[in-house]
């Protein structure tokens, strides 16, 4: 870390008081300017003892299909190509019943993996190989049969209110670890379905926002947090503009003593200016090992892309970012994994994700940050186990889907859950959406029924008034 | 527990307690029960908790197993109500509960505790105690000891609060601050040094209201006006949400709100036509047309058109427009209703469905059936002349469509029966890559069942062609992939081989980027195109979609044959078409295309006919049913349509039966009975002056917001207001000539401020102005005003660039949202407010999100602001063009840079040290290097350390 400023102790005192240099001062409650008036962003003490200490979610944007990956369904083999009555999301939310479907087999061969015996399918080899570290929630169900409806609801609890992303919550609830870097940062997020408003912080105060680095389309190597660097000026020149400003905003201070408003914007430059100095460091993965890079496929396609988003997510980590979501997906209306017509192309995107993902899993684990970070993979719903319009792809399943959880707090190689023989509906030990963040933020520590925040006249929380917390997949 | 005692052994107390407590304990007392929790409403730890049920009525009907709620829930059969919600029971558990309920749910737990009801909240009848609703009463202006401080009764009512507490009230702000307030208060901008001159130098006693007065008639004041209602207006150019479509004609709608404030239009009449517009009496078509685009206020909200239950999507919007006409006009959280009753307001839900009634009575939506839903386009009526001119053009073109249209039905015709005409070489296989576009021959189709390939007809592309041997009718299908490379419309072409045995139904589904649409074709009749293809229809694939076409052979009974599948470019149809074969058919698609030409240019070089956002009476009006927990599926007894009880003065007049009822709701939340909707609005006007409203919560006039610092001074404001005639001009004018406005707002350094600020640090008393933030807009035009960059001239139009010409309800205007680079210098009020992709000023400095109505907002201080002013391209360009511009000014010395740099930027000139710090930069840099350019560039960076030092972002 460069430290271009000796800082006196004034100084060093007010940017610890203020954080991130956040101070709320209208438009606020009394209860939260009392907050604000400490520092929002400070490590806060949870409801009770977490589990864990930050949460890293992979995004697998558009759908995947568990029925081809995780859940593993014999009759789907037995009854393949037989026209039987589901009652489709799609059909149901437009006609209120279901209609005749073409029961279609998995694409991929399943094995039974490690010493838990979980059935992963080839899709995804690499995964397959540590089914022995992360707990598989077969019963996941959601609300939202369209993209955009489910892809809010997974990341604010709500179809269609403004509300705000669950990163938000969490950074929120538990304030960061280091100041000098935001406390929730999503890499690569889609414009779409949902865009900016499923990593912001709607009514909670704007230091809880998530910080985008790059966005989809552009590749991680160019992907920064923006502003971070000066187009014209050289480090030299912009030190001796920043002592200037520093000087000239110390002056106005003196012609208003005491002016808390002033001291936080003042605040807020001595914060940038160390962010400026320590977030490309955090982001930076040139220094790292070449047998890390050679893990995470990075140097190779068609890993090289993800891989990188993986392996920053992991450095973020280390330095202290309480909710970092790493995106695989891109701006369309059918994002990456939604496969309607072409369940083969599931590959191309497997290629490209498999191998990071399980690189970061055991990147963790070698540095012992697996046992307090949360590793979530998944998407917003899955797919139907028949074929859409008796097609060859598969249309959305919110009502039955897989994601699996690695990590602090969590049983590792266990499977919760199941959904019906075919895989369409959950049926036994059902998870809704709203119960996985409620399981969530409780491993944080968070209780999701008293993690509120006071706006229009009442309290709101992520979970509305629902969640269960799913205490059986608890270490 | 209560024991079993005192009932006979046969009247099933053994069974329920054996078998049916049990059950219950273990799988529906977690959230079911006084000890647990009491979810929906409903307790099954009593007897009386299942007879009153819960929010969806009582859960069991003894004796009657179908008709109990309870039952229903347990079996899993319906979609929306299944108990327990993570593991349905198993059978003999359903099975042992059905045979209870049977058996007349025999209960002997009679003696717990009472049911679940009780609320917290208010009653209508306290509610109309309660400040907010009370009626108005005109407040005489108080008594003062010092009778000299007041200019104006409003003064009066201040320093009456300020003496009862033994406070002072903060001197007067120098007259340099002053006019810098009025000037970004009234018009967004800041004076010019020399306005500021010229103002400090004007003795006389008039000056500042006659600088009132100058900015109250500038253009500019409804831009900044404009821009306050716009947000509460939630006013965006794009619907966010899921896939967010672009809103094209949304800018009609942001200069009707800055027009309105230009012309000081009456507050009456400024909420009745944003609520009811098109119901309103009009004198002519510009009143009308104002009129239409007003009612864009109920249309332009963050509609998710892409949920697929359209009936959920009538209710969320239904939900998101009593929000806004609730916080915006009535300053009441109304949407908390729509579940239950309000918790702390006295909202009954049955208030809530009242108001639903009327806007589920309003048409929103085009239709309730698209896939992806659309708003309504209304077309606007011109002036006499121009409207006469326009429908002229209008017909010419309906003929000319007509006449394109009979060409081409004796094209098809005329190639439809030329089959055999050889330059589509029927009869011989031709290459698929001979034929135009894309096209995607059956070999390369995803085959789902038994499809047999042949050559028996030689008249096919690639090849062969496939047919489904006339069995397993519903088992197969065909799906083509098109390769699309680039986003657009394509027409897309079916191939086959006809023949008397075909199927006369084949059901194709053409899935693109807007939706899906299936089309039948009968394949005994010749492929009208060359023999060879028909056409589906012209439709948008995006590059590297997820588009097909998928031929089934379900619900036919003839034979089903597929060739080919062919993607051929709209743009490139011409060429496709010169292909068809005979004279007639040539003839006829020469004309087609003559024809289609001149329609073209005539579109270009004609009148466009303008459309508005706006919304409409549906075709069916009806009381609502209320929806239990806000669930469309579960619904209760119907409310007859109304208003909020609570703020009635009198009875609830009867609403029209032909008419929504918007008309009235306008006319009484405008109705000068009502004193909530001018409360709600005088409010807001003080906190757009002051910084903070009498009632701080601008949006919550309720129970849970603040009560008025002021009570009798919020009185006697709105009924200013009401008997002015509802001008808010006359308002601002009275506001700002009080001495209270005019008060200094950082201290003075003297005992005086040092009490007042201790007596009551937040300034609930105004006791002195408030030092306010610079709103996004302000910082920006700010920057650009000193650059000389600002482009005042324009003043508003559709500012989207790209969005002239793109049909306003389709997708494709997404990616203009996506990829939008914002370049423009206009005023802030007209850069394109997209609610996915703002502009990154307005994102960092508190402007980013659109979705719901701001009064108030926010004003944060977080690092990424310090990094957008120390790094982002548009302050470092701008500070580069101000730089530039102060050396063309003449301003020789460093000294008169600096002193000019400060009076442009800040407002005044330096303090000494301050002078003394810029000379000691500026010299410093120009000792390195001592041409024009290094010296241009330093400057360039003084400006920028100006804008980028705390007291640029603050407003005296």
């Known amino acids: 870390m460069k430290t271009p400023f000796p800082m006196t102790r004034r100084h060093a005192l007010k940017t610890v008081a203020c954080g991130f240099g956040y101070l709320a001062l209208a438009g606020l409650t009394a209860q939260n300017a009392a907050r604000a008036a400490s520092n929002p962003l400070a490590a806060r003490t949870p409801h009770f003892r977490p589990r864990a200490k930050r949460v890293i979610f992979l995004f697998m944007q558009g759908g995947v299909s568990h029925v081809d990956s995780f859940d593993y369904k014999p009759t789907l083999y037995k009854k393949d190509g037989e026209m039987l009555h589901f009652d489709d999301a799609r059909a149901v939310a437009k006609t209120g019943s279901g209609a005749a479907q073409r029961v279609m087999k998995p694409l991929w061969e399943f094995k039974q993996r490690g010493q838990s015996g979980r059935w992963v399918s080839e899709l995804f080899p690499h995964m397959a190989k540590h089914a022995d570290d992360y707990c598989v929630i077969h019963s996941m169900h959601t609300e939202g049969v369209a993209h955009g409806p489910a892809t809010l609801f997974l990341h604010t609890g709500t179809t269609n209110f403004i509300r705000p992303s669950i990163g938000s919550w969490v950074n929120y609830g538990l304030g960061t670890e280091n100041e000098n870097l935001p406390g929730f940062v999503t890499i690569s997020p889609s414009s779409g379905n949902g865009g900016p408003r499923n990593y912001g912080n709607a009514f909670l105060p704007p230091v809880y926002q998530g910080t985008a680095i790059g966005r989809s389309g552009l590749p991680a190597a160019d992907s920064t947090i923006r502003n971070l660097a000066n187009s014209s000026l050289s480090f030299s020149e912009q030190r001796k503009q920043f002592e200037l400003l520093r000087a000239i905003n110390q002056e106005q201070l003196r012609r208003n003593p005491g002016d808390q408003e002033l001291e936080a914007v003042i605040n807020s430059y001595e914060l940038a200016w160390r962010m400026q100095n320590n977030a490309p460091e955090a982001m930076d993965i040139s220094k790292e090992s070449r047998s890390t890079l050679e893990m995470y496929g990075i140097g190779e396609e068609p890993t090289d892309n993800f891989g990188r988003q993986c392996l920053m997510a992991r450095r973020l980590c280390e330095a202290g970012v309480r909710y970092v979501q790493v995106n695989y997906g891109d701006n369309s209306n059918n994002p990456a994994w939604d496969q309607h017509s072409n369940m083969p192309k599931h590959e ?128 | 527990m209560m024991p079993a005692i005192g009932f006979a052994a046969d009247d099933g107390i053994e069974f329920f307690e054996k078998q049916v407590r049990p059950i219950l304990i273990e799988r529906c007392y977690e959230c079911h029960s006084q000890e647990k929790k009491i979810k929906g409403g409903l307790r099954l730890d009593t007897k009386a908790g299942w007879e009153q049920g819960g929010d969806s009525g009582p859960a069991i009907v003894p004796g009657n197993p179908d008709a109990s709620l309870a039952i229903k829930a347990i079996r899993y059969t319906d979609h929306d109500l299944q108990m327990p919600p993570k593991t349905k029971l198993s059978d003999t558990e359903i099975e042992t509960l059905t045979q209870w309920v049977k058996r007349g749910a025999p209960d002997p737990r009679v003696q717990a505790g009472g049911t679940a009801s009780g609320k917290a909240g208010m009653t209508v009848e306290e509610g109309r105690n309660f400040w907010a609703f009370k009626p108005a009463a005109k407040p005489a202006a108080p008594t003062v000891k010092d009778k000299s401080w007041p200019q104006t009764d409003l003064d009066r009512f201040i320093l009456s609060k300020l003496e009862e507490r033994k406070m002072r009230p903060a001197p007067a702000a120098d007259r340099a601050t002053l006019i810098r307030r009025a000037y970004f208060d009234l018009i967004g901008l800041p004076p010019t040094p020399e306005q500021v001159d010229a103002f400090v130098k004007d003795k006389r006693k008039d000056a500042f209201e006659r600088v009132v007065d100058e900015l109250l008639a500038s253009p500019h004041f409804g831009e900044r006006w404009g821009r306050h209602w716009l947000d509460v207006a939630r006013f965006a150019e794009s619907s966010g949400g899921g896939r967010t479509l672009l809103f094209k004609d949304a800018w009609r709608f942001r200069d009707y709100v800055i027009e309105a404030f230009n012309n000081d239009m009456p507050f009456a009449q400024f909420v009745r036509e944003q609520i009811a517009g098109d119901l309103l009496p009009h004198r002519d078509a510009a009143e009308r047309r104002r009129q239409l685009i007003a009612t864009g206020f109920l249309a332009l909200g963050p509609t998710n058109y892409e949920e697929q239950d359209k009936g959920m999507l009538r209710m969320d919007i239904v939900d998101e427009q009593l929000d806004v006409i609730g916080k915006g006009f009535l300053g009441m959280t109304i949407a908390c209703a729509r579940c239950h009753d309000h ?316 008419q929504s009822g918007r008309k009235e709701l306008a006319d009484w939340i405008a109705s000068p009975e009502n004193p909530l909707a001018a409360r709600v609005y005088v409010n807001r006007v003080w906190a757009w002056l002051f910084g903070a409203g009498l009632v701080r919560t601008t949006e919550n006039f309720g129970t849970t917001g603040e009560a008025p610092s002021h009570p009798e001074l919020l009185d006697y404001l709105a009924l200013r207001f009401i008997e002015e005639g509802g001008s808010s001009k006359r308002l601002i004018r009275e506001i700002m000539l009080s001495r209270a406005y005019q008060l200094a707002s950082i201290s003075d350094g003297k005992k005086a401020w040092a009490q007042s600020s201790a007596a009551d640090p937040e ?88 979705n719901a109505p701001v009064g108030v907002r926010n004003a944060s201080t977080v690092a990424p602001q310090a990094l957008f002013l120390m790094n982002h391209p548009f302050v470092l360009e701008q500070a580069e063009v101000a730089a530039s511009r102060a050396l063309a000014s003449g301003s020789r010395t460093e000294s008169a840079l600096v002193d000019l740099a400060y009076r442009t930027a800040l407002g005044r000139l330096p303090t000494p040290r301050e002078r003394d710090l810029a000379m000691r930069f500026l010299d410093c840099k120009e000792n390195e290097r001592q041409d024009a350019e290094a010296r241009q560039k330093t400057l360039a960076q003084f400006y920028q350390t100006l804008f980028a030092s705390a007291d640029f972002r603050h407003i005296n």
């Open chain 1, 348 to 475: 191309e995107h497997a290629r490209k994700v498999d191998k990071p993902v399980a690189a970061l899993l055991a990147d963790l684990k070698q540095r012992g940050l697996l046992e307090d970070t949360i590793v979530w993979w998944g998407g917003e719903f899955g797919r139907t186990p028949y074929a859409q319009n008796n097609g060859t792809g598969r249309d959305h399943n919110p009502g039955g889907f897989t994601v699996w959880l690695a990590g602090g707090g969590i049983k590792p190689g266990i499977a919760y859950g199941a959904t019906d023989e075919f895989g369409h509906a959950a049926i036994e030990n059902k998870v809704h959406m709203h119960d996985l963040h409620a399981t969530i933020l409780h491993l944080l520590g968070l209780d999701h029924e008293k993690l509120t925040y006071r706006f229009d006249g009442r309290n709101f929380r992520l979970t509305d008034v629902y969640g269960h917390v799913v205490k059986e997949i608890m270490a």
């Open chain 2, 343 to 658: 918790k702390f307001d006295p909202i009954p839900t049955r208030d809530y469905y009242a108001m639903a009634g009327i806007l589920r009575s309003t048409r929103t939506l085009f239709n309730y059936t698209d896939n992806v839903a659309r708003w309504i386009d209304t077309p606007l009526p011109l002036d006499p002349e121009a409207e006469r001119v326009m429908q002229e053009h209008e017909q010419k073109i309906s003929a000319l469509n007509k006449q394109i249209a009979e060409a081409k039905a004796r094209e098809k015709k005329a190639s439809g029966t030329v089959a055999k005409a050889t330059d589509m070489m029927v009869g011989m296989p031709i290459a698929a890559e001979s034929l135009p576009g894309v096209v995607v021959d059956d070999s390369r189709a995803k085959v789902v069942g038994d499809w047999k390939k042949s050559q028996f007809s030689k008249s096919y592309i690639g090849d062969g062609y496939l047919h489904d041997q006339k069995t397993g009718k519903g088992e197969k299908t065909l799906t083509f992939m098109p390769p699309v490379a680039k986003t657009g419309r394509y027409e897309v072409r079916l191939a086959y081989i006809t023949g008397g045995d075909r199927a006369d139904n084949v059901p194709v589904t053409i899935f693109h980027a807007d939706g899906e649409e299936t089309v039948r074709v009968n394949q005994r009749d010749t492929p009208p195109i060359g023999g060879r293809f028909i056409s589906l229809g012209q439709y948008r694939f995006e590059a590297n979609g997820e588009g097909y076409v998928l031929i089934s052979n379900e619900g036919t009974s003839g034979f089903v044959v597929v060739d080919a599948v062919q993607f051929i470019p709209v743009q490139e149809l011409a060429k496709a078409q010169s292909g068809a074969a005979n004279e007639v058919a040539q003839k006829a698609a020469a004309e087609v295309k003559r024809m289609e030409a001149e329609l073209k240019q005539l579109r270009e070089q004609g009148p466009d006919r303008p459309q508005a956002m706006s919304v409409r009476d549906d075709d069916t009006i009806s009381d609502t049913q209320i929806h239990i927990r806000g669930s469309i599926r579960n619904l209760g007894q119907t409310v007859p349509r109304g208003f909020l009880s609570v703020a009635m003065q009198g009875p609830q007049a009867l609403l029209p039966t032909a």
């Open chain 2, 763 to 850: 300034n609930r008393l105004f006791w002195r102005q408030n030092r306010r933030r610079m709103e996004a807009e302000q910082l920006r035009d700010t920057i650009l005003a000193i650059s000389g960059a600002l482009n005042l001239s324009q003043r508003g139009g559709l500012t989207i660039a790209g969005a002239g010409k793109i049909d306003a309800n389709s997708t494709e205007a997404q990616s203009i949202e996506y990829g939008y680079q914002f370049t423009d210098t206009l005023r802030s009020v007209y850069t394109p407010a997209f609610r996915n992709k703002r502009l990154e000023l307005f994102e960092v400095f508190d402007f980013g999100d659109i």
